[in-house]
């Protein structure tokens, strides 16, 4: 069964540092997500993302982030200069744009900033 | 604003009792579609149903079942008989058309003790 696929399951980085999430969706949808959950809190939106542009962002989603499709296959988020607040575990998605258009999730990546 | 209410915050119950996870939501659309993910303690997030809001049928897949009431913006998740693998978080959410984003509920801690 295809699925979301996000590298690294673990990230720990230094405050002020630059980390790039990494996100493979599935191969043949077109709508791709970005949320993140805060430990022990909801999941918020950061992001979505179709035919190679931005189509909506929350407040979250700062100057300090950026998202990018740079080939085929992956879907990257960019945090330029990491801080304390920004730990927690962020999600990609993928949506087929057809059908149900359900979005499914990756297993997350847990971003720890120090 | 969309918004996503689960006022049941942590819900403890022994295996085989049946459980119902509350879901309230509002918005001003009139097409809407709503999900129920859950996420084991590995932490992803599980699709387990989409609902749009012209369907009121209720549906039920094996041990799950779920109740949509339009008249007072309710999305239940039934458990029957549960099982120590049910434990884990669910989270309601509330979406739009394609490519819009999901607005998620706090989400309700299931614990189903042996």
């Known amino acids: 069964e295809p699925e979301v696929t996000q590298t690294p399951s673990h990230q720990v980085t230094q405050m002020g540092q630059e980390v790039i999430l990494r996100c493979v969706p599935i191969s043949n949808h077109l709508y791709f997500y970005w949320y993140r959950q805060i430990l022990g809190q909801k999941v918020e939106f950061l992001v979505s993302f179709y035919n190679n542009e931005i189509s909506e962002k929350s407040e979250i989603f700062d100057d300090q982030f950026s998202v990018e499709r740079p080939d085929g296959s992956n879907f990257t988020l960019k945090i330029r200069s990491t801080k304390l607040e920004d730990s927690a575990m962020y999600f990609c998605a993928s949506s087929s744009g057809t059908g149900k258009n359900i979005q499914y999730f990756g297993a997350g990546t847990r971003l720890s900033v120090l | 604003a969309q918004k996503v209410t689960q006022a049941q915050t942590e819900i403890s119950v022994v295996e085989k009792e049946d459980v119902t996870l509350d879901c309230v939501y509002e918005?001003?659309?009139?097409?809407?579609?709503l999900f129920w993910y859950k996420q084991p303690p590995s932490g992803e997030l599980v699709f387990l149903i989409r609902r749009n809001s012209f369907d009121e049928q209720n549906e039920i897949s094996g041990r799950y079942s779920w109740n949509f009431q339009k008249s007072t913006s309710s999305f239940n998740f039934t458990i029957t008989a549960s099982q120590v693998v049910d434990s884990a978080v669910y989270f309601c959410?509330?979406?739009?058309?394609?490519?819009?984003?999901?607005?998620f509920g706090a989400g309700t801690i299931l614990r189903v003790k042996s």
């Open positions: 959410a509330l979406g739009g058309e394609y490519g819009n984003k999901l607005v």
């Open positions: 918005t001003r659309d009139t097409t809407y579609y």
